[in-house]
């Protein structure tokens, strides 16, 4: 039963560490299914943390604080589409840029405003989500398997974890059964064709960074206002790059995205068990490289295992009006 209880705690680890990947996943895919290459998901993730964190501090709200966390995210959002769409810049740029203004912003104005070196002040309960126990987790907990996967697996999570997990269904059934979710991906693919059609390639693309904004900040809020309590120095710590990471290994495909985003999720709660833990015939294996293993083997996976990534044609290109 002890091995039992270890493979149970870090399957519960890797769902809460997978949660901000995956929503930021999600987050990608819907700009880089519309033709925009997104690499400022960090950036937009970081000021949703910092903006969810702030909020729920000054306002006594966790809702309020998850709001504002999505009104600023999608304000970078609109940010990058103003740069990329509507003046036709470098996309890359325009994100290495949001991720830059972003890091600094962060630390100017919680110093300012909090004078706790860029940190926020602790959330208190009823300023951050709270884990939700379901229905008869407490009476079924002692019962052998079936409990522990119950009451500690699936129940136990914030209401943003549930949430991020619907939201895979949900990007599907909007990508592949709706009208809005056939022309992003046209726009993604030949945004000469929907134009000819009478559709505008911009405001698609627009609302596409909205997408990209909302999850973003759901991302961050995630991080600040659940898993950490209040708002640090780049406490995003590289996830938007790894969720991008996992949005090619999932070949842009939001039910891949999820595995691939528990799969890293997996790899980052088994770095954390095992660090000071003696391996067999390797011995104790330095913290250092525990910490590293995740991004070691996203290097690896990416580099070998998942064939050939093909993304959307017009993905990075601006669209340019043929007169």
């Not at 999505?70 to 003046?87: C, D, P, Y």
């Not at 987790?137 to 009451?151: C, K, L």
């Not at 997996?266 to 068990?273: E, G, K, T």
Request: aromatic share 10%; proline share 5%.
């Amino acid at each position: 039963m002890d091995v039992f209880n270890a493979i149970i705690q870090t399957l519960d680890s890797t769902i809460r560490l997978s949660v901000p990947l995956l929503l930021a996943c999600l987050a990608g895919l819907y700009s880089e299914r519309a033709g925009i290459f997104d690499i400022g998901l960090e950036g937009k993730m970081l000021v949703g943390a910092f903006a969810g964190a702030a909020a729920a501090s000054v306002f006594h709200s966790a809702f309020l604080g998850l709001g504002m966390a999505v009104v600023i995210s999608v304000a970078f959002a609109m940010i990058h589409g103003f740069a990329s769409i509507t003046h036709r810049g470098n996309q890359i740029v325009s994100g290495v840029a949001i991720n830059f203004i972003a890091a600094g912003s962060t630390i100017i104005l919680g110093q300012a405003w909090f004078q706790q070196g860029g940190r926020t002040p602790a959330l208190q309960p009823g300023e951050r989500f709270e884990a939700i126990t379901l229905p008869g987790a407490e009476a079924i907990r002692d019962v052998p398997i079936i409990g522990p996967v119950y009451a500690e697996l699936l129940s136990g999570h914030s209401i943003l974890v549930y949430l991020a997990f619907l939201m895979v269904p949900f990007t599907w059934w909007v990508l592949f059964r709706t009208r809005f979710g056939l022309r992003l991906r046209a726009v993604g693919e030949n945004p000469a064709a929907v134009d000819t059609a009478g559709i505008s390639v911009a405001w698609l693309r627009y609302r596409a960074l909205i997408c990209t904004g909302i999850l973003t900040g759901i991302a961050g809020a995630y991080l600040s206002m659940v898993q950490n309590g209040g708002f640090v120095k780049d406490m995003t710590a590289g996830k938007g790059y790894i969720a991008l990471a996992a949005l090619i290994f999932a070949k842009w495909k939001p039910v891949n995205a999820m595995f691939a985003c528990l799969l890293f999720g997996f790899l980052d709660a088994a770095s954390i068990r095992l660090q000071g833990s003696p391996l067999p015939i390797i011995g104790k294996v330095p913290a250092q490289f525990m910490q590293a293993l995740p991004y070691i083997l996203t290097v690896i996976l990416l580099a070998g295992f998942i064939g050939k990534a093909i993304p959307p044609r017009a993905g990075g290109v601006p669209y340019v009006k043929e007169r």
